[in-house]
């Protein structure tokens, strides 16, 4: 009998121990920290969330034009008679021809990969997004900028879209530096296409 009441004590206290030490916290985070559960869907979904943008575009133009114009003129004049006889027969020709033509073409490629956040969510469920990025490389900063709205069934799994999927995108990538300053005509050549 009092071998089962020590083992009973210690299986007693021994418990207690262990439910002392093993405190379970809520699956539910209640604090407002955004801890990502082991199975949820990670796209983005709310303002503030991040998406990563895949930027594939490509465009290219061209124009050609031919102008051909041509104009003849011929008159003749007979002799005078009466008091202008002295007037010989005369006559003239005249010829104008213009020919012209021009041919212009553009091609651009852009890619990249970006992550944007969302500023806001439409009543209708698009997703505003809107990011910048800036890379400063030997005094030369370029600077890319996206915005737009995306379908939240545009996102794939892994939290991309790709840029043709973004309606009313805007994508902007400039150039500052020695580089771009390279690019520029001089001041010279651009008064003299002033004038010409």
Not at 56 to 82: C, D, F, L
Not at 85 to 101: I, R, S, V, Y
Not at 150 to 157: G, L, N, T
Not at 163 to 172: C, E, P
Request: aromatic share 4%; charged share 20%; net charge positive.
């Amino acid at each position: 009998m009092r071998k089962t009441r020590a083992t009973s004590i210690c299986l007693v206290l021994g418990l207690s121990a262990l439910t002392s030490l093993a405190s379970a916290d809520s699956i539910w985070n209640s604090a407002g920290t955004r801890r990502a559960p082991l199975i949820a869907d990670q796209r983005a979904h709310q303002a503030g969330d991040l998406l990563t943008v895949l930027i594939v575009e490509s465009a290219a133009a061209s124009q050609q034009a031919n102008t051909q114009a041509e104009k003849k003129h011929s008159h003749q004049v007979s002799p005078s008679t009466g008091v202008l006889k002295f007037l010989p027969e005369a006559g003239f020709n005249d010829a104008h021809k213009f020919t012209g033509q021009g041919a212009t073409s553009r091609s651009s490629n852009l890619t990249a990969r970006m992550t944007v956040q969302v500023v806001r969510v439409q009543p209708d469920g698009m997703l505003e997004i809107e990011g910048t990025r800036t890379v400063v490389i030997n005094e030369e900063k370029q600077e890319l900028r996206l915005t737009g709205r995306v379908r939240p069934e545009d996102v794939s799994p892994e939290n991309t879209v790709l840029s043709s999927l973004i309606a009313d995108a805007q994508i902007t990538y400039t150039g500052k530096g020695p580089i771009g300053k390279a690019q520029k005509p001089g001041i010279l050549t651009r008064l003299l296409r002033v004038f010409f």
